[in-house]
């Protein structure tokens, strides 16, 4: 298994249950649902087969759910329009088919945001204008900088400006109850700008009386500027490189992209690196050598997940395309530099203990060369920072909870198994060796590192490290 996990986002050449089943045993351990596109009714069936086959295939494929967030787009645009330098194109938000002269823009806001000077880009910053003036009211005219084709729907940037639209549109929440009312694992929270945002949807999902964690998109330069912050409220992080590399300068992304990876490994915080990372494969057999190169970075740097975005959405060979990033991934995984990130525990924690017991079995499996941590969890949270240890021991999690399994599948080096066995420690610690080696993740004469909480009936933080031998 790799360590790095692979996430598919899931489209029109992928939503079948056949594709998905192909994708799954291809190596995609997360199924994204993107929210910008397709219907509820699209979603549910492809929950739906998730869900069948991981309960055919033994499989605990995760689901990502990710909302649209404050996205702006133009409208309807005829074909074959075109901007060209040095015209004027007229923003309105009166709705109208759009053309190289006038666009329509759905955000109603627009004219009172913007204001003279103010840079615009639409589509992933191809396009580029420059704001001359805004009626304030329904009008913003600007002039066209760098030109090209002009196409429906595209995304529309404003890196100088700041936006009124909260970040939980209405279609999101709309979208984020159809996900909690379908108990999916994972929420994505697009155009995340401060905290205040992470703390705002994790309150809408206690009122439901749900548990879904949370990914904190980070594509804004508000976002930069509070990342540690963002890092301590949200579950895991996405560095969603495309916008993030239209609102800041792209030359700065690569950089950004490291710095947010450790600060999230630190943190025990799963992190994801995602758009345009095989994107030549979306018509393509084979990917670039840059393309083959940034995947393989981004394992290096120490990413939990990489992610596909087009390239499975739409893509011509969607299961190629994870076969070959599954590839990628086993090659960069040989690099010895990814492992051993030993985090020693704060002393003022609340999780002190336990952290301390994580700590101390990464430490041990790698000066013994243990073959597994083994551990039990009903929260999920010694998964998440044994994980961000980055031993080279397999980490295997037992739990009786589906849910966390299915939310295991996004974490760096983790395999969930489904266990609801608690006589005593002994017995479980004797059961669980005997499961791994059944399954021949383990054979006889390997060394096991077993992380435990004592009394186990209890349920409690984990408190005890066993060194055994198989």
Known sequence: MNKTKIIATIGPATSSKGMLKKIILAGTSVCRINFSHGTHEDHLKVI????????????????????????????DVAEGSKLVKGKQ??????????????????????????????????????????????????????????????????????????ISLP?????????????????????????????????????????????????AKIEKPEAIADIDEIIQEADA????????GVEVPMYEVPLLQKTVVEKSRKAAKPVIIATQMMETMIESMTPTRAEVNDV??????????????AETSVGKYPV?????????????????????????????????????????????????????????TFSGYTAFKISSCRPKAGIFIFTSNHKILNMLSLIWGVQGFYYDKFVSTDHTIADIKFILKKERLLQEGDLAINIASMPITDKGGSNMVKLTQV
């Open 320 to 376: 190629q395309v994870i076969k070959m990033m599954r590839k990628i991934v086993k090659n960069a995984e040989t690099h010895q530099g990814i492992y051993n990130k030993e985090q020693k525990a704060v002393s003022n924690s609340n999780r002190f203990i336990t952290d301390s017991i994580c700590y101390q079995a990464c430490r041990l499996a790698k000066n013994v060369n243990a073959k597994a941590i083994i551990t039990n």
């Open 296 to 309: 393989a970075n981004a394992v290096t740097d120490g990413a939990d997940a990489v992610m596909l975005s």
């Open 89 to 162: 194109l007229v923003f309105t938000t009166k709705e109208c088919e759009g053309n190289s002269g006038r666009v329509f823009m759905t955000y109603k806001s627009f004219p009172k945001d913007v204001a003279k000077g103010d840079r615009i880009l639409i589509d992933d910053g191809k396009l580029v204008l420059k704001a001359i003036s805004s009626n304030k009211k329904d009008e913003v005219v600007a002039e066209v900088i760098q030109g090209g084709p002009l196409s429906s729907k595209k995304g529309v940037n404003l890196p100088n400006t700041k």
């Open 48 to 75: 739906n087969s998730v869900r069948e086959l991981n309960n055919e295939l033994g499989s605990h494929t995760a689901i990502l759910a990710d909302l649209q967030g404050p996205k702006l787009r133009v409208g």
């Open 167 to 215: 970040c939980l549109t209405e279609k999101d929440l709309i979208d984020l109850d159809f996900a909690l009312d379908h108990k999916i694992a994972w929420i994505g929270l697009s155009f995340v700008r401060s905290a205040r945002d992470i703390i705002e949807i994790k309150d809408i999902i206690a009122a439901r009386g749900e548990n879904s964690l949370v990914v």
């Open 237 to 244: 992080i996405m560095v969603a490189r495309g916008d993030l």
